[in-house]
C-alpha cells in the first residue's frame, strides 16, 4: 500500500492497491473474489441467524413463535431466514456508510461475547456451571480479562462514531429487551410449543434445518 490517505479515499481500494503490482485485469479479478466472498459470508451470516431464531422460536423464547419456528416442506425454517433478511435490510437503512456497519457488527459481536462470559464467570463463581463442559485453567484470571477487552473495543467503536454507531447499538438493546420482557410467550404457553414441536419431530422424523 503505497499511499495510505489515496488507498482510504479510493473508490476501489482492493484495485487501486494491486493495479500499480499485478496490473488492471488481475487487480480487478481480485476484486470481484472479493465482493463474491463478502456476499457467501452474507448469506452464511444469513443462515445462521435464522437458525438461532428457529432454534429460540421452536423453544417459545421469541416472539410469533409458532410461525417463526415452523419449517417448510424442505425442512428448512423459510420464516425465520426471511426474518433475518428484514433485519439486515433494516440495519442498511439505519446507516448506508459501510464502516459504520461493520463497527456496529463488531460492536454488538464483541458485546455478546462479553455477555457471555460475564455469565460464565458468574456461574463458576456460584458453582452452578457444569465443570466437564466449560473447564478452563486460570479462568479466574482469564475470564476478567475477556470482560475487559470486551468493554475496551466496544468503547474504542463507539467512540469513533458515537450518533451512528452508539445510538444505533442503544436500539439494538432497546428492541431485544422490549421483546425479552414484554414480547416473549409466558408461562404454559412456552411448554404447549415446545410439545407440539417435541410431537411434529416424533411424525416427521429427523429435521434437516440451516446449517445441517
Known amino acids: 500500500m503505497r499511499d495510505v490517505p489515496e ?3 479510493a473508490t476501489q481500494p482492493v484495485t ?3 493495479r500499480p503490482i499485478l496490473g488492471a485485469p488481475l487487480a480487478k479479478v481480485f476484486e470481484v473474489l472479493a465482493v463474491y466472498g463478502l456476499f457467501v459470508s452474507a448469506v452464511v451470516l444469513q443462515m445462521a441467524g435464522a437458525r438461532v ?3 429460540q422460536a421452536r423453544d417459545g423464547e421469541f416472539p410469533m413463535a409458532r410461525a417463526i419456528g415452523r419449517l417448510n416442506k424442505d425442512r428448512v425454517p423459510a420464516i425465520a431466514v426471511w426474518t ?12 448506508a456508510l459501510y464502516a459504520v456497519l461493520i463497527a456496529m457488527t463488531v460492536v454488538l459481536w464483541v458485546a455478546g461475547y462479553g455477555l457471555l462470559i460475564g455469565c460464565m464467570l458468574v456461574g463458576k463463581l456460584r458453582g452452578v456451571v457444569p465443570k466437564p463442559a466449560f473447564e478452563v485453567k486460570a479462568w479466574r484470571v482469564l475470564f476478567p480479562i475477556a470482560i475487559l477487552w470486551s468493554i475496551v473495543i466496544a ?24 421483546i425479552y420482557f414484554f414480547a416473549l410467550p409466558k ?5 404447549r410449543l415446545v410439545a407440539e414441536h417435541a410431537a411434529e419431530r416424533s411424525a ?9
Request: proline letters at 3%; hydrophobic letters at 60%.
Open 7 to 9: 488507498t482510504i479515499n
Open 16 to 18: 487501486f492497491i494491486l
Open 155 to 178: 468503547v474504542v467503536l463507539i467512540y469513533q462514531n458515537p450518533v451512528q454507531v452508539g445510538i444505533g447499538l442503544l436500539i439494538v438493546v432497546a428492541v431485544g429487551l422490549a
Open 187 to 191: 408461562g404454559q404457553s412456552i411448554e
Open 204 to 212: 416427521d422424523g429427523p429435521i434437516h434445518t440451516v446449517g445441517q
Open 84 to 95: 433475518g433478511g428484514v433485519v439486515a435490510f433494516l440495519l442498511v437503512l439505519w446507516s
Open 53 to 55: 431464531l428457529w432454534a
